[in-house]
Every structure is written in structure tokens, then in C-alpha cells.
């Protein structure tokens, strides 16, 4: 039985008059009766009782009603869902990124295009000193940053990875030749001061002010990039705190990264725009939710799309 006489068989069950079936579907009454006279020879069994008067179900039309209807209604159903996918699977989506996270959303990425391959996916360079600007400016689309965040306008996905946090000092540093040292230490040298419009809970999930005793921790130079860190780090006027990325993609001859053995790791995050959840952002979302784990294998993490606290 071909969809369109499904179709006209469905119709007319709910008309029960070949005219109104036939206007209702935009063929000719001739083509309605035809079909289920189709339909009938098939089964072996009428369908409708037709008299000059009235068009009535049979018992049999009844039951092929019953089973017919809902499998024809999720055939719709499902033509609808993909049609909508395909209308979106096709765009630009902008992934604002902070430092190297890049290279570590790489399985999420692929993942992504794997599911997506007409996107074309952008990047733009995100820094620490305004960490939701380019979001909130509709730069990009979404955005790789530290947790917590906390902002009323701003949805927290699936935590991609964890990693430990280091404390960068210079190769000549005292601090330079051990093997580990505790965020105690912070109280007694000069970090950075980092400039730019970003929310000081934020900041001090890896920068605290105080040190675990409570000791405050001495600010020193501005700065507004990594890059800049690192310069005054490797000068010997500040060391700073910095997740194990810093290490792995950025390290320097004159520059020294030791573990923080009572630091609590750095947790990283795709978030956006709670007003702006388009379709290809929520495929992204479910693209890291499929990758994310907060140990940075694949696999598991927390659910996606979890509003901001």
C-alpha cells in the first residue's frame, strides 16, 4: 500500500464522503474511489459500506483504522524531525576559544563535523581579561571558559575536561626547583593583576585573593593576556597561577611549572547564550555532551545545557 492511498484512506475515515475527501486531498473523487477500491481488492475485505446516502466504516476498515493511523502519524512525525535537521544542519557556527582549548576540543569538533558536515565552523580568539564579551556580543556562538560561571544570561554545558592547576615562576626562581608547591606559597610572592571587565568569583577559581589560611594575596602589574603573563613571569616581577594547558602547549626555556598539590582542578566548559541556543549550538552542546568527561577522556560528564547558577 503506497503512502498516498494511506493517505486517502485516512482522509475519508475521518470525512466519510468521497467529495469533501477528494477537495480535502486536491484529487478528483474518481481518484479516491479508486484507491480504495485498490486497497479493498488487497485485503480482501471492504472497507466502507457505500450507499447513495452515506459512506460508513466496516468492521475491518475499522481495525485497519486503529493499527494504520498512529504508524502513519509517526511516519509524519519522523519526516517533519529530519527535514527541520536538515534545514539547520547547514550554517556558520563561531566557537570562541580561550588559549589552546582548541587542541583539546578536538574530539568534540570532529565529532561535530562528523554529524554536520555542511557547517562550517569559525574561531575567534577569547582572552581571560572579558571572557563573555564576544558572546554577549554575538561575536560567536559559544564559548570555551574555566567554571563556575555565573551569570543570569549565560547556559552552562557539559564539562569537557579537568586539569590540574600550575604555578608558573621563573627557571631563576627560589620556587623554580622543586618538585610541587601549595597555593600557601601565593602569600608570600606578587601575581598579576588581571585587567579587563571579568567577574572576580571567576577569576579566582583559578587566581584566588586569599591563600588557604586566608593570607591575601599581593596583585602587582596588569595584564590582559597570557602572552603577557608569561613576559612577567619569565622577568621575575610576578609568578601566577595556570591550568595544565599552560604547560603542555606553552612552554618556555626560562619559565618553570609546578604542580599545586592542594590546588582544586580547573574545570572547563562549553557555554552560550541562554537567548541564543540555536539549533547548531544545541549540536554542539550534544556533540561535547557525547565527548565530555571531567577526567578529558571521552565519554560521560555532566548533562548538557545546565542553566548558569
Sequence with gaps: MELRDIEIFLTLAEE??????????????????????????????????????HVRMTPVGEVLLRRLKPAYEGIQEAIAEVTTIARHSAGTL????????????RPVLSHFRARHPSVELRFKEVFFSDPFGALRAGEVDA???????REP???VGVVLREEP???????????????????????DHVVPR???????????????ARTPAGRPVRRGPAASTFYEILALVAAGDAVCTVPDEGRRYHAQPDVAFLPLHDAPPV???????????????????????????????????????????
Design 194 to 208: 588581571l585587567a579587563g571587565p571579568l567577574p572576580a568569583y571567576w577569576e579566582s577559581a583559578v587566581l584566588p
Design 153 to 155: 544570561d549565560l547556559t
Design 94 to 105: 563561531t566557537l570562541g576559544v580561550m588559549g589552546a582549548q582548541m587542541h583539546d576540543m
Design 143 to 149: 564559548v570555551t571558559t574555566w567554571l563556575p560561571v
Design 267 to 309: 574545570q572547563w566548559a562549553l557555554i552560550w547564550r541562554t537567548d541564543r541556543a540555536t539549533p547548531l549550538v544545541r549540536a554542539l552542546a550534544e556533540a561535547a555532551t557525547d565527548c565530555g568527561d571531567p577526567t578529558g577522556r571521552q565519554g560521560g560528564g555532566q548533562p548538557v545545557g545546565r542553566p548558569s547558577p
Design 165 to 187: 592547576l600550575h604555578l608558573m615562576v621563573a627557571g631563576d626562581h627560589t620556587l623554580a626547583r622543586r618538585k610541587s608547591v601549595s597555593m600557601e606559597v601565593l602569600g
Design 16 to 53: 466519510l464522503h468521497f467529495g469533501r475527501s477528494a477537495e480535502r486531498l486536491h484529487v478528483s473523487p474518481a481518484r479516491v474511489s479508486q484507491a480504495i477500491k485498490k486497497q479493498e481488492r488487497v485485503i480482501g475485505a471492504q472497507l466502507f459500506e457505500r450507499t447513495s446516502r
